[in-house]
Each structure stands twice: as structure tokens, then as C-alpha cells.
């Protein structure tokens, strides 16, 4: 088995998702011996196997093919932050670090009054996936208020659990709320730091 084949691929995701060969080969619902020879490359699967073994460990037919993985794109991991805010630039070469983009959604941000955590033009990476608004307390999230609306702000303890504070922009008063979910702000980028797509054309 070569490190860059189909086989290697596919042995380095199921582990990194903890499922033996038995459990893989059952969730796609072929013989508890069949992910063997897949992974020692004696023969690859039909492509519908190989679209339900993507989907299963969260990556793509393409990847598991040739190695990319064009929904994924990458990023090259400067090094670390240590104590003190101390910077610990890599002392070799690491493996790209593959955003999770079907776990994302960007939003623009076009108000003003966000100063100094974001500025207008700003994207903020937000979690596609909401959590309880317990789960988000002291976190910038976009938080879906019981009126429907959705605010971007952080939710802080208040003096009941189920009504929590939310802060607004740059020092406005708190205010208890009805909160619903709240998706995680989990990034910035500033408007530099992407490329649009044009629109495609009708």
C-alpha cells in the first residue's frame, strides 16, 4: 500500500473516524471482509460504494480517488501560539490543514459599529450548525431570537438560564433575551483574503 494510493486514503480516514474494517464495511452495507482488500489496494470498490464511503468519512469521491479534494480547500499551518501568546513558527513541513467548507457559511459585514473585533467589508466564518444557547455563552454568534430574527452579538450568563444577556455592538448595554440557537462565529477574513467567484450566467 502506497502512502499516496486510493487505499492509503481510505485506511488513514476510517481511522482517524475510529471505525475498524468490520464497521466501515457494515455502514455501507457490504461484507465485514470487503474494506480489507480496498485498503490494500487489490481492487477499488464500484463508484456508488466509494460515494457512500465519502459521505461517511466526511470527504470526497475525488479525494479518495486522486487525493483532492475540490470542495475542501486548504490551509498551510504557520505554527503555533504557545504560552504568553508566544510564536512557535513549524520546524518541518506538515500536511496542509483542510477547512471543513460544508460546516461553514460566510457573512459580509457591512455595519460600522462592530469596532475593534470587525470591520465593514469583513466575512465572518459562521458554524452551519446551530447550538443551544447555553453552549455559545461568552462566544460571538449569530443568535436566533424567539421573534425570528437573527443578531449577531455574544450571549453572556444572565440572572436566569434560560434568558441569557446579549451583548450588541462595541459596548452596548446588555440585555436579557429569548434566545433559540446560536451558530459560532468561527473566523474572520478580511476582504483580501478571498477571491469572488463571478456569477454564473443565466
Do not use: N
Request: charged residues 25%.
Amino acid at each position: 500500500m502506497k502512502g499516496d494510493s486510493f487505499g492509503a486514503r481510505l485506511r488513514a480516514l476510517r481511522m482517524a473516524k475510529g471505525l475498524s474494517q468490520v464497521e466501515l464495511a457494515r455502514l455501507i452495507h457490504r461484507h465485514p471482509t470487503a474494506i480489507g482488500p480496498y485498503e490494500r489496494d487489490e481492487y477499488a470498490p464500484p463508484r456508488e460504494v466509494i460515494d457512500r464511503i465519502a459521505e461517511l468519512l466526511d470527504t470526497t469521491p475525488e479525494y479518495l480517488w486522486f487525493g483532492r479534494s475540490p470542495k475542501r480547500p486548504t490551509l498551510a499551518q504557520g505554527g503555533r501560539i504557545g504560552s504568553g501568546g508566544v510564536v512557535h513558527p513549524l520546524e518541518a513541513a506538515t500536511l496542509p490543514l483542510e477547512l471543513r467548507s460544508d460546516r461553514l457559511l460566510a457573512w459580509l459585514l457591512e455595519d460600522p459599529g462592530y469596532d475593534p473585533r470587525y470591520r465593514p467589508g469583513d466575512l465572518l466564518l459562521v458554524a452551519a450548525d446551530p447550538l443551544r444557547p447555553d453552549q455559545a455563552l461568552g462566544r460571538d454568534a449569530l443568535v436566533r431570537l424567539a421573534d425570528g430574527r437573527d443578531v449577531l452579538g455574544r450571549l453572556m450568563p444572565g440572572a436566569r438560564a434560560d434568558l441569557p444577556l446579549l451583548c450588541l455592538s462595541g459596548g452596548a448595554a446588555a440585555v436579557a433575551v429569548e434566545a433559540l440557537e446560536a451558530r459560532l462565529v468561527l473566523g474572520v477574513l478580511a476582504p483580501d483574503a478571498v477571491s469572488r467567484g463571478e456569477a454564473a450566467e443565466a
